[in-house]
């Protein structure tokens, strides 16, 4: 089928055999959509038995049949690129594979850059994808015409192609899986609405699913899959689980065929304008927009079940400013020139990532959806790791930007959602700054010293919806952070907190940890399983470990103390707090001789740091014999709390936990004591900027499901004379050897500012990309954390790295480095 002018968005035509409907299956997939078509294809190819398909209407007549069908390889991490590279890779395959036509058409993308900023992004983004495997070059606004003859490039700087992009059928792929699936037979049942999931919990409060019902009856299964998009949130929150997704209106029109236009036309972007176009077989197009603000659909918290192949009535007031940016942007359309106007309904997210995996707290139950209008692009490859994440227990590759347990039960109200997702759409074409921040939903969590930090002028940033001082801007400036790639306005001031915490004492507020209490008789021994360092040490020993899963690869980092002989206070990362939960909970033993306690909002943490740290404490109280790793109980001006002598920053100084109640109290006592020595609050970013310097670790940088500690260079801090999750693999990786090794680079020059994401050179040749990068001004040069590997994917020595010749690839040059142990 052609996709023409009188016949887009394309309303695919097909009806599943009629299967016999089950009582019990062993998996059980919600949703007919691209996503869940997707699903049961991979699940077959993988030689599943016994898969059902439930579809409450037709295939594809959802938000499928109406997406606009581009396929861009090219995303924000490697692993994301690594699934849209596996969805054109399986778009390619379909019609050999099963006899039907997805449409799939690889005319390749391009991206336009109309000022100096786009431009170094579109360069940030070439250079990556040569990291990535993806073919990109970058091109003139001349050349960018080449493709589209009445292109104006007047306001054109240059452009990004990628040939390896294209486009499907959006119906007609899903129509294409799902014969593949039911090839290899899996039975689809459409008009089979699910009206409720099954469930029950367990001792340990984990909530299994046991199955769905339906408007034919109830079915048991093994697995329930929930790929209905828009559709899933009400699901969950009649079972009481967090999926939080929400439709917003997205807008594009067709136009009859253009003069030049060719189905060959490459799918386009001007992001500068928020704008996207494409051809259509008989050279229409569609003209397509996500603006900075767009609006939810007002429909409370369920989605209309009988919208089927529905579409929302046109709104040419909210899509003039777009239309005419398309008409200034392809001289020559014209209003006249529109057939249709598509206001379609898609699920957007609260950080416009995608959702995957099983729900905080639940079994049996795995989430695919949420997809911020790229579900076309994501969807194939995403299903093809979804079926790999479930066969084999977790992730295959780092997704944990999608991962459904980045998120708090806060996210999912639908308050804070429809005020998110109405500028989460706008920001497919928004300038993917360092250090961009929402600014919806905001002013959600605070520490006890929010108001301090107000007073002092902090530029704040947001992480899972905790309000956190960036930096502190001087007094009569007013805070906020001036986006750009190169030097932002508050870097100044940040660079100067920094030398303030190296050079003579500084205070944090690291209330934002996540922190848990698990205690009882079963304790020591769950986390001696669950942690590759020994937890058996003395009362008020601190223990640095990594949360090891069975391939030897990183849940999670965290600080274990031993409070008493059967308590241990957790402290883990700001974002970590529903995984580490969740990883926690399905440990537990069923015999109740665990339990774990989140206390992270009820305790703040207010460090002081630096050289001079101990002469503001030793006033307060004894701070003799304390070394460092321990931690003990202690009294500052009649406040209860528990000092901890440890540092992220790589200086001296202590972390005080205290109630959330007391922390203004003892902020307060701390800056008048340590006035005489100049103390002075920093902000996130020179933390960052000091842990980067000293080459700690970060989870989600450094650290992820991906890595293990031996390429991470934290050997050290596993025992291996004790047993745990994940050691026969890693003992096995130590006697061969690492194939990737995390390293630290100085650059040789001092003007170049890293910020991470950059690809990284060994011997000229690509060789990985920088996790983190700050510009450090204690050297006077950015430094960076970056894993490395070799081609042919040799065993790395520590000596290679050593000998080996550096560089860092940033618009469009490279700029020598140095590796060190440690910057500082």
Known sequence: METRYDNTPVRASFHASDFPFPKSARIVIVGGGIAGAGMAYHFAKAGWKDVHLLEQSKLASGTTWHSAGQVGQLRSSSAQTKVNKAST??????????????????????????????????????????VFGVEARLITPEQCREYYPMMHIADVIGGVHLPGDGRVLPGECTIALAKGAMQRGVAIHEGVRVTGLLHHKDSRGIKRITGVSTTQGEITAEWVVLAGNMWMRQLGLAAGIDIPVYPCEHHYVVTRPI???TRNSPCSRDPDAGLYFRALDDGGMKLGAF????????????????????????????????FAAHCHRLRGITRDDVVKFVNGPEAFTPDNNFL???????????????????????????????????ENGGMSLDLGSVDIRRF???????????????????????????????????????????????????????????????????????????????????????????????GGVALLDQSTFAKFEASGPGALRLLQYLCGGNIDVPVGKTVYTGLFNAKGTFESDLTVIRTAS???????????????????????????????RDVTEAINV???????????????????????????????????????????????????????DRAGELWDHLMVAGGPH???????????????????????????????????????????????????????????????????????????????????????????????????????????????????????????????????????????????????
């Open 566 to 596: 059967e308590a241990f206070y957790l402290v883990t990362g700001t974002a970590q707090q529903s995984r580490d939960a969740d990883w926690l909970l399905k440990h537990l033993p069923n015999d109740g001789s665990v339990s774990v």
């Open 291 to 322: 603006k900075k603000r767009s609006k939810p659909w007002q429909i409370g918290d369920a989605v209309p079940q009988d919208f089927s192949f529905g579409l929302l009535e046109p709104d040419w007031p909210d899509f003039a400013e777009p």
């Open 89 to 130: 890779e399986l778009f390619a395959s379909l019609l050999a594979d099963t006899g039907h036509d997805p449409g799939w058409l690889q005319c390749g993308g391009l991206q336009l850059a109309s000022c100096t900023e786009r431009l170094l992004q579109l360069q940030r983004n070439a250079a990556m994808a040569e």
């Open 606 to 660: 207010v460090s002081v740091m630096g050289p001079q740290a101990f002469e503001v404490l030793a006033p307060l109280f004894d701070v003799t014999d304390f070394p460092f790793g321990t931690s003990r109980e202690a009294i500052v001006a009649d406040i209860p709390l528990r000092a901890v002598h440890i540092s992220y920053v790589g200086e001296p100084g202590l972390e005080l936990h205290v109630a959330k």
């Open 259 to 261: 003069d030049g236009v």
């Open 678 to 824: 100049g103390i002075r609050p920093i902000g996130t970013h020179a933390i960052n900027t000091l842990r980067i310097e000293k080459a700690f670790r970060a989870y989600g940088h450094e650290l992820s499901a991906a890595e293990t500690p031996l390429e991470a260079g934290l050997g050290f801090a596993v025992d291996w004379s004790k047993d745990f999750l994940g050691k026969e693999v890693l003992v096995a990786q130590k006697t061969e050897g690492v194939r990737k090794r995390l390293i630290c680079l100085v650059l040789d020059e001092p003007e170049p500012l890293l910020w991470g994401g950059e690809p990284i050179l060994w011997d000229g040749e690509p060789a990985g990309y920088t996790t983190s990068a700050a510009w450090s001004p204690t050297l006077g040069r950015s430094v960076a954390l970056g894993y490395v590997k070799r081609s042919d994917r040799s065993i790395l020595s520590a000596a290679s790295v050593k000998q080996g010749s550096f560089a860092i690839h940033l618009f469009g040059r490279h700029h020598s480095a140095k590796p060190v142990t440690r910057a500082v």
């Open 356 to 390: 995957m995996g099983q729900p905080h707290a639940t079994e049996g139950l795995f989430v695919l959806g949420g997809w911020n209008s790229a579900g076309i692009a994501c969807s194939g490859g995403a299903s093809k790791y979804a079926v790999e994440w479930i």
């Open 408 to 502: 708090l039960p806060f996210q999912n109200g639908r308050a804070y959602l429809q005020e998110r997702v109405s500028e989460v759409l706008g920001l497919h074409y928004q300038m993917a700054w360092p250090n961009r921040q929402m600014e919806t939903s905001r002013g959600i969590r605070a520490s006890g010293l929010y108001d301090r930090h107000r007073a002092l002028n902090a530029v704040f940033v947001e992480t899972a919806g905790w309000e956190r001082p960036l930096a502190y801007a001087p007094v009569g400036i007013e805070p906020g952070i001036g986006y750009t790639f190169l030097r932002q306005n508050w870097q100044p001031w940040a660079e100067e907190e920094s030398l303030a915490c190296r």
